[in-house]
């Protein structure tokens, strides 16, 4: 285990239906030094006790059951258990190519690669829907990328544990956003990207215990976070870009904001702060957005009433 190259991390919540089809697209791959660490976050289901069948018969799978903590708090437990020279990532919810590791190392070893990305396809119901196919490009194309969401989600690639130890964990996003602020870190901090430009990865896209759903106004204020984060490394580095992320943190921070005047879940600390960079964005140019710019000056100037006629609205067409 001291020069293991891989680890897979898989964070698990009440994931029994997919669980099974998960592990044993992890356990049959083609190269075989690696292990799997899983972090069973406060499961209610059957999750936990499947994963324990599995590490039963393979000595390679190690669990670890915590108190629900969400998905930063299970991320960070995983990567903290792991011996791997390079972390591998995979939802409870989703599967591998069984030459995920295989295809990846081979990268690893021929271009010393610090990550390697990985082509993928989203499924909904089981019909396809999407496919990402990566190709080669400059590490100052693949920085960028991950600044502006092009490459932010942990699955789509694997990288040295050296980096993974330098991040710094996005604790207050757990509800969502935490992958493309950690990915956004990750990729700075690389100094070579590989890429196999096959499909290695299978994202399942409707799945009723994924962050991605059920947008409420903690959703929104985490994405305002990470967009505000991705404003700050434009305003050092991609200038160009400024307004592209100004405009999301915008869009997110007023969103956010509006929902909580009906589900009243945000602290007083998390309001302040909107209000605090909606009167700093008020100084700021951005173009277009001109439903959140009128909703942002509703919000500096205690206008709910407007907030709530848009969450009304909003809350009708998405039902």
């Known amino acids: 285990m001291e020069n293991l190259m891989a680890s897979i991390i898989i964070p698990v919540y009440q994931a029994e239906k997919y669980i099974r089809r998960c592990l044993d697209s992890v356990i049959h791959q083609t190269y075989k030094d690696f292990e799997v ?23 390679r799978l190690h669990v670890y059951h915590q108190d629900n903590q969400g998905v930063t708090a299970a991320r960070y437990a995983g990567m903290k258990n792991a011996k791997g020279k390079y972390l591998f990532w995979v939802d409870a919810d989703d599967y591998a ?8 190392m081979q990268v690893i070893d021929r271009e010393q690669a610090d990550i390697v990305v990985w ?6 119901h089981g019909k396809e829907t999407e496919r990402k196919i990566w190709k080669e490009q400059p590490l100052s194309d693949w920085k960028r990328d991950s600044v502006l969401s092009k490459c932010s989600v942990l699955w789509m690639f694997c990288a040295q544990k050296k980096l993974w130890d330098k991040v710094n964990y996005p604790m207050d996003m757990a509800h969502a956003a935490e992958d493309g602020d950690i990915a956004m870190q990750l990729f700075m901090n690389a100094q070579k990207v590989g890429v196999v430009t096959d499909p290695m990865y299978y994202y399942q896209d409707d799945t009723p215990h994924s962050v991605t759903h059920g947008k409420s106004s903690f959703w929104y204020f985490d994405n305002y976070q990470l967009w505000r984060n991705r404003l700050r490394v434009c305003e050092r580095n991609y200038p160009e870009s400024i307004d592209y992320c100004a405009q999301r943190a915008l869009s997110c921070a007023v969103k956010s904001y509006c929902l909580d005047l009906k589900l009243k879940d945000l ?30 000056w509703a919000i500096r100037n205690k206008f709910d009433f407007i907030c709530e006629l848009y969450v009304r609205h909003k809350l009708k067409n998405t039902r």
Do not use: M, W
């Open 267 to 296: 602290s007083d600390s998390n309001k302040a702060e909107l209000i605090r960079f909606l009167t700093e964005a008020k100084e700021r140019p951005i173009s277009g957005r001109q439903k959140e710019k009128f909703l942002s």
């Open 97 to 104: 190519d069984v030459h995920l590791l295989e295809r990846a």
């Open 119 to 124: 082509s993928t396809i989203t499924y909904v």
């Open 37 to 59: 660490v899983i972090i069973d976050d406060g499961s209610t289901d059957k999750s936990g006790s499947i994963c324990d069948e599995y590490a039963s018969r393979d000595h």
